[in-house]
């Protein structure tokens, strides 16, 4: 597969393609994704939830990152990876550059971040030193308990205003991408026609330049109550494989997500 870069991924915005993502935390699966052409794997921090059985992120180790990334990298060399810091791994900004330079140096091409206005010094200092950052926003999974649950965000206008305030802060700070997970979708349609950058949405509907889903939703493999924002492909697909294909295919045409899995 080709490498995929930052400026690859601004180009796809510029000319209206779109991209799916998806998340990976071993080199078995990141191999079989980045070989359907899968651009960017996100080792996030739900293998909290996913791989270790915690009913949170929150307690995911910048030591855990590190691991899976390298895990990772091995399996797809070409492919764009952005990984998470962790829960309060980055509350100051020394911290926060430590801590990146460890999950850059483990295949790392880019760092994910959550939160809005409090992130700017840090955004900011890592941008100096040539690290690209990834926002996250709306449904931010690390603060859970402050939000009472996992819950659509955004939804009165003064929340959907401070989102959109907060998108365009943290661009001008300097990330270069964003998530925006679990926001109705003609908010989502605002902040992606307002930034110049990448926006990847996740239960934001089908306007954003990206789509993300966590590889054990797409694949099924989440037991129990599942957020209703996820479509399980390989039900439909047969294989993993083809389901993979049919996620990237769905994602570019626009057909995933349609209003059945957008707010
Ligand atoms: O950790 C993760 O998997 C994420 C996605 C839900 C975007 O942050």
Same mark, same amino acid.
């Given at each position: 597969m080709e490498?995929?870069?930052i400026s690859k991924l601004e180009n796809w915005k510029k000319n209206k393609k779109k991209f799916?993502?998806?998340?990976?935390?071993?080199?078995?699966?990141?191999?079989?994704?980045s070989n359907q052409g899968i651009p960017v794997i996100l080792i996030g921090d739900s293998l909290g939830m996913t791989i270790q059985g915690h009913s949170s992120t929150l307690p995911v180790k910048v030591q855990d990152i590190?691991?899976?990334t390298k895990a990772v990298r091995k399996g797809a060399p070409n492919t764009f990876l952005l990984s998470d810091l962790p829960f309060m791994s980055y509350y100051e900004t020394r911290q926060a550059l430590k801590n990146t330079a460890k999950i850059i140096r483990s295949g790392a091409n880019m760092i994910k971040i959550e939160g809005g206005k409090w992130l700017v010094e840090i955004v900011k200092e890592l941008s100096n030193r040539s690290i690209l950052v990834c926002g996250h926003i709306g449904l931010t999974p690390q603060s859970f308990?402050?939000?009472?649950?996992y819950k659509v965000q955004g939804k009165e206008k003064k929340d959907a205003n401070k989102l959109i305030d907060e998108a365009l802060? !943290?661009? &001008?700070? /300097?990330?270069?991408?964003?998530v925006v997970e679990c926001i109705p979708e003609k908010l989502a349609k605002k902040i992606t026609k307002n930034l110049s950058i990448p926006v990847i949405g996740i239960g934001s509907g089908k306007y954003t330049d990206g789509q993300i889903l966590v590889m054990h939703d797409l694949?099924?493999?989440t037991e129990g109550k599942?957020?209703?924002?996820?479509?399980?492909? !390989?039900? &439909?697909? /047969?294989s993993i494989q083809k389901s993979i294909q049919k996620y990237i295919y769905e994602v570019e045409k626009g057909i995933y997500?349609?209003?059945?899995?957008?707010?």
């Open positions: 490498c995929i870069t799916a993502a998806i998340t990976a935390y071993d080199f078995s699966f990141s191999k079989l994704f590190e691991y899976h308990n402050y939000l009472s649950g802060l !943290l661009e &001008e700070s /300097g990330i270069k991408m964003l694949l099924g493999i599942k957020p209703s924002f996820t479509k399980n492909f !390989l039900s &439909e697909n /047969g997500p349609n209003k059945k899995y957008s707010f």
